[in-house]
């Protein structure tokens, strides 16, 4: 997890790359894996019998594989999408609204990125149905007031991330699930990904979660790519998302039947050139070890917000962090200078972190503040690089 691994920071040395929550740099061994498809693997996938065909298509495959195994999932049970946004809006739109009646619950956390909101709130409009946030208490999920909508057998979906974005908060989902069981075993249970997936193991076995979606780009990945992992017993009842070619068993004048788990819900050509370099991506990270990653970045999270925590004028947006409860991302304010304006001081110091409401403008609403800036840490990150940072935060003037 070398940073000489990332050609972008031999262009960029002394950039201190602060914004992994809204994209992760690429390592070589991806980068050179994307080449390689284009220069000598590129085919269409499914649709060919000749040799080339059939190499882009075993690699579309052994995607699907590597990132199977990734999360302990099976193979047909892996979806590629262009990333979720669009696994959010798809399961919104195609699985859930369908069967959406008037006075429904569709459950958020206040925590949700916008891509896990508005999905929800259009089609909550769309049929009369109700959406409904789960705010914090003592610094977690309200997980009891959870129980309480659950109660009410009227909850079709939990739509969860699994860690803020901005505060780095993990969702229990496992608990989630718990109540679910014993309150509306029919509700399903959908958990984003986009932030988790880089940092701890995930485990579909165990995540209580009955749908997944990440994003490849944010584990090191290409850009375009994204995975929806659907549970194996409602993946096989689950009507297709779109139609088109490559998902149908057999279509006649008027009617037609689709094929089975994971192409009925790939119709059109699916990201394969992202898929086969993701596959170099994800043997990277494995050879370094996502328990590896998860302490480093504990440990450089842990230093910065002490660091920031003794420095004058800053606010931190959580106030007791801890990494079992927190993913490695530290979101903050200056008492007296805008966030976009500290974003840009700190980017005449060469070093990358986001300013705004990270798209997640109702928690910014709830903790008080109208933006943050956020540093979010990546497995390349060094002690230098928060130790510079803390020096620049500190000598910040106005
Ligand atoms: N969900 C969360 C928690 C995110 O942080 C993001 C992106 O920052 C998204 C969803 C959307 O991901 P993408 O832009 O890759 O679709």
Known sequence: MNKQDFPLFSKYPSLIYLDNAAT????????NALEEFYTSKNANVHRGIYELSELAS??????????????NASAQNIVFTSGTTMGLNLLAKYLIEPTLKAGDLLVISILEHHSNILPWQE????????????????????YESLGDLLKTNKVKVISLTMMSNVTGLKSDLMRVKDLIRQYSPN??????????????????TNSGAD?????????????GLGVIWIEPKLAKKM???????????????????????????????????????????????????????????????????????????????????NSSKYGPVIAFTHNSIHSHDLAQ?????????????????????????????????????????????LEVLKNIRI
């Not at 409009?125 to 959406?131: C, D, E, I, P």
């Not at 279509?251 to 009925?264: I, L, N």
């Open 24 to 31: 992760t740099q690429k390592p070589a061994v991806m980068i």
């Open 58 to 71: 075993a690699e579309y495959e052994q995607a699907r594989n590597i990132v199977a195994k990734f999360i």
């Open 123 to 142: 089609i909550a409009q769309n049929k009369g149905a109700n959406l409904k946030y789960i705010e914090l208490k003592d610094n977690e999920l309200d």
């Open 187 to 204: 509700t399903l249970l959908i958990a984003d990904a986009a932030q988790y997936i880089a940092h701890e193991k995930l485990d579909v």
């Open 211 to 223: 749908i997944i979606v990440f994003s490849a780009h944010k584990l090191y990945g290409p850009m």
């Open 239 to 321: 009507a297709p998302l779109f139609k088109g070619g490559g998902m149908i068993s057999k279509v006649e004048k008027f009617t037609a039947t689709w094929a089975q788990s994971p192409e009925r819900f790939e119709a059109g050509t699916p990201p394969v050139a992202a898929a086969s370099a993701f596959i170099s991506s994800i043997e990277y990270i494995n050879s370094i070890g996502l328990d590896t990653i998860k302490a480093k970045e504990a440990e450089l999270a842990n230093m910065l917000y002490q660091g920031i925590k003794e420095l004058n004028n800053y606010r931190l947006l959580v106030s007791d962090y």
């Open 345 to 389: 001081l700190l980017s005449y110091e060469n070093i990358a972190m986001r300013s705004g409401h990270h798209c997640a403008q109702p928690l910014h609403d709830y903790l008080g503040v109208l933006s943050s800036v956020r540093a979010s840490i990546g497995m390349y990150n060094t002690i230098e690089d928060i130790e510079r940072t």
